[in-house]
């Protein structure tokens, strides 16, 4: 009796735990109705906003599946100007519905940060998670992408917003003087300014007083 009612106890506790540790998706349906499950949405349903950055969103609602996509594997294109070919794959990626980020190659800074991510002379080049595409070529930039899981035709919703390109390697900010440094440098001139005026003043003769 005793051993049933641990073992009784033991299923309890794996079953909570394994309710615990299961995943929740928030998703909305069609009709703007929110629901919470343990299982993946539809395809067609809509998950939180996504934040700026990778996917080059603007707060748009992307689709469960497109947003999964661009989380495990984000987008990247190297770009440069003019280029046909560069502006060939962005409007592939535009046209297939594939949120991504644009990096330009303008500047020796720019050139060594595409080789640092694998690129080279030849652009544009993309980046889909960890693989690798250089040159333009449709039908090597589909396979990468539909490997990725990326829907074959758009999902994009319709207030959806391409960010704008960036330099490849961003330009540092010059930085902010060092105060204390400046407040040293100010001391040490007034300083300095007080043993000049001391050592052009008058030095009066012995037995005089001014």
């Keep these: 009796m005793k051993f049933a009612t641990m073992t009784t106890w033991g299923l309890a506790l794996l079953l909570c735990a394994g309710t615990a540790s299961a995943q929740m998706y928030k998703w909305v349906d ?10 993946p949405p539809p395809a067609a349903a809509k998950t939180a906003p996504m934040k700026s ?5 603007s707060g748009a609602n992307l689709p469960y599946a497109l947003a999964n996509a661009v989380r495990a594997f984000p987008v990247v294109i190297w770009t440069t100007s003019p280029c046909p070919s560069c502006d060939s794959g962005r409007a592939y990626l535009k046209s ?5 980020t644009e990096k330009t190659v303008t500047s020796d800074a720019d050139e060594a940060k595409l080789r640092e991510s694998g690129g080279n ?17 449709q039908g090597a930039w589909s396979d990468a992408l539909t490997a990725a899981s ?3 035709r758009s999902m994009l919703p319709s207030n ?10 961003p330009r540092q900010t010059q930085a902010e003087p ?15 300014e ?5 050592a052009a003043a008058p030095t009066a003769p012995p037995g005089f007083q001014f």
């Design 121 to 137: 002379d030849r652009l544009p080049f993309l980046m889909v998670g960890r693989n690798k595409v250089i040159g333009f070529q």
């Design 30 to 39: 069609a009709s703007g109705k929110t629901h919470f499950t343990d299982t």
């Design 53 to 57: 950055g990778a996917s080059g969103s």
């Design 150 to 152: 990326y829907p074959e």
């Design 194 to 198: 007080a043993r000049k005026k001391k």
């Design 96 to 100: 297939r519905g594939i949120p991504f």
């Design 160 to 169: 959806y917003q391409y960010g704008a390109a960036t330099s490849g390697a």
């Design 178 to 192: 060092d105060k204390e440094a400046l407040r040293m440098a100010a001391a040490e001139a007034e300083a300095e």
